[in-house]
């Protein structure tokens, strides 16, 4: 089958990811890609290739962390006959290979700080040496690599060279999570329909609108790699039949309790404790404006106007200062009953932080990716609510 080189998306962060990669598609710098795991690195890295100058040459992708450390140095530069046991004969190595072309390098955080040193030679100069040879071979890669590590965190642990670090990002290109590109889910679900339709022969029914709208606001936490894979689920298990918002649920459901409980069942209670005040932030971020509308209400300026009628989020009933029960109407009882709402709503949105910030070991940046929001939004709430940080390498709120 042949590779997507396209990247799909009409969010506004996928077109400036897109401008930025054609400008720099035609250089030979080097391109360090970050983003979550299963967010596209590879998908960019070969749309990068394609645009280049190199297109009708090998594009060679090695996932660093997939290799063990003992032959990876072997494998990115080859050997020779008798190297080490089990070289019968002398061998190319990944570098050699994408001469001319690209070599991208994933997951380039995992490289063993003693393969990193070979490494970097070959970015400055473009030399090396087959293990087992003290002879230089050049070749002429382009190189890419990705990480979906913190890697100022790795420099700052000495886990990675800090000059092949700064030598390497050249040019960083961030892919955003999906959940922060919903516009482009529906545009990319149905490209996987049409290519798991013409895979497996199967005539596919479609989406319920109400289908669509839940994948619209599930987040995703695998990326594009998630979707595709429950696209992929749905056509072959359903058979190409309808898909109801219970048939997607029940998908979602299985594969996240088989991730989640299956795997490390210690943590099911404090899993579905996140599940629960992560829906809760998420919902609090929803009735942003209904909040804003009570505050309204309760300043004394506008004590006598007329007071709009709210719906609640998961109610029926329609709330007012005038319809909200008995006795509620009274000028001494309403405001206690809003400023109820309000409270309420600020200590379910604390829990939710101080248990995602306990689950993920008093990191920010993880604690920001559970709940869904930016670091600078949860770095604002946590100053607001005063709440302190576990994590020593954080920096000060007011900075």
Not at 152 to 178: C, G, W
Not at 231 to 251: A, F, M, Q, R
Request: include cysteine; aromatic fraction near 6%; glycine fraction near 6%.
């Amino acid at each position: 089958m042949k590779r997507q080189t396209n990247i799909i998306g009409q969010s506004p962060l996928i077109i400036q990811l897109k401008q930025l990669a054609l400008q720099v598609a035609d250089t030979d710098i080097p391109v360090l890609i970050v983003g979550e795991t299963g967010s596209g690195k590879e998908v960019l890295a070969r749309f990068i290739h394609a645009n280049s100058r190199r297109a009708d040459k090998s594009f060679i992708p090695v996932n660093c962390g997939a290799i063990p450390s003992g032959i990876l140095e072997s494998e990115l530069f080859g050997h020779e006959k008798g190297a080490f046991t089990g070289a019968v004969q002398s061998r190319k190595g990944y570098f050699e290979s994408a001469d001319k072309g690209t070599i991208f390098l994933d997951e380039i955080g995992e490289m063993p700080l003693e393969t990193q040193v070979k490494f970097l030679r070959v970015l400055e100069s473009g030399e090396f040496q087959r293990v087992g040879s003290s002879e230089s071979v050049y070749s002429d890669a382009r190189i890419i690599a990705a990480t979906n590590r913190n890697m100022y965190q790795a420099v700052a642990e000495k886990n990675f060279r800090e000059d092949l670090f700064y030598r390497l990002r050249s040019v960083e290109l961030q892919i955003p999570p999906l959940r922060e590109r919903n516009r482009d889910i529906l545009l990319l679900a149905d490209n996987f329909v049409r290519e798991f339709q013409q895979k497996h022969k199967i005539v596919f029914e479609g989406f319920s609108p109400d289908a669509a709208e839940i994948m619209m606001r599930y987040p995703w936490p695998g990326n594009v790699r998630e979707l595709r894979n429950l696209i992929e689920s749905l056509l072959v298990l359903e058979k190409g039949k309808y898909i109801t918002p219970e048939i997607l649920e029940k998908h979602l459901v299985q594969r996240n309790r088989y991730k989640s409980l299956v795997h490390d069942p210690t943590k099911s209670e404090k899993h579905e404790l996140q599940v629960i005040y992560s829906s809760i932030l998420q919902l609090r971020q929803e009735v942003g404006e209904i909040r804003q509308m009570l505050q309204h209400l309760l300043h004394p300026l506008y004590q006598s106007q007329p007071r709009p009628q709210l719906l609640l989020p998961g109610s029926s009933e329609v709330y007012s200062p005038e319809n909200s029960g008995p006795g509620s109407n009274t000028p001494e009882t309403q405001p206690e009953k809003e400023m109820e709402i309000l409270h309420s709503l600020d200590d379910l949105e604390r829990k939710a932080i101080e248990q995602a910030l306990e689950s993920c070991g008093g990191s920010r940046r993880k604690a920001a990716r559970s709940l869904g929001i930016t670091e600078r939004t949860l770095y604002r709430k946590i100053k607001s609510y005063g709440i302190q940080s576990k994590d020593p390498s954080a920096p000060p709120l007011d900075a």
